[in-house]
Nanobody, 121 residues
């Protein structure tokens, strides 16, 4: 079974920084896009940033210039470095990966259980 496990969340003051990590493990043949999403209380889940296997990235307008997504393909890991955090960044952050479990398998999206980021004012 495939598992995505996030880490690195926590409580930080406004203006501070955090680094989130997400490791994919289990029966994995290849990982395509990986990404970070977030869901604040009472709101819908939204894209924060995505990165292709080749390293192309895209970001939500609200985090451009403050967050950086990166990945280590050898470690099946994606990172989200967050700087200049604001109270409105408070949310549960979820990792996602589009991957194949076997060379004949279809690509599927997998999700982690999330890690809470709280930014105090």
């Amino acid at each position: 079974q495939v598992q995505l496990v996030e880490s690195g969340g926590g409580l930080v003051q406004a203006g501070g920084s955090l680094r989130l990590s997400c490791v994919a493990s289990g029966s994995i043949f290849s990982i395509n896009d990986m990404g970070w999403y977030r869901q604040a209380a009472g709101k819908q889940r939204e894209l924060v940033a995505r990165i292709t296997r080749g390293g192309s990235t895209n970001y939500a307008d609200s985090v451009k210039g403050r967050f950086t997504i990166s990945r280590d393909n050898a470690k099946n890991t994606v990172y989200l470095q967050m700087y200049s955090l604001k109270p409105e960044d408070t949310a549960v952050y979820y990792c996602s990966a589009n991957l194949q479990e076997g060379w004949l398998s279809a690509r599927k999206d997998y999700w982690g259980k999330g890690t809470l980021v709280t930014v105090s004012s």
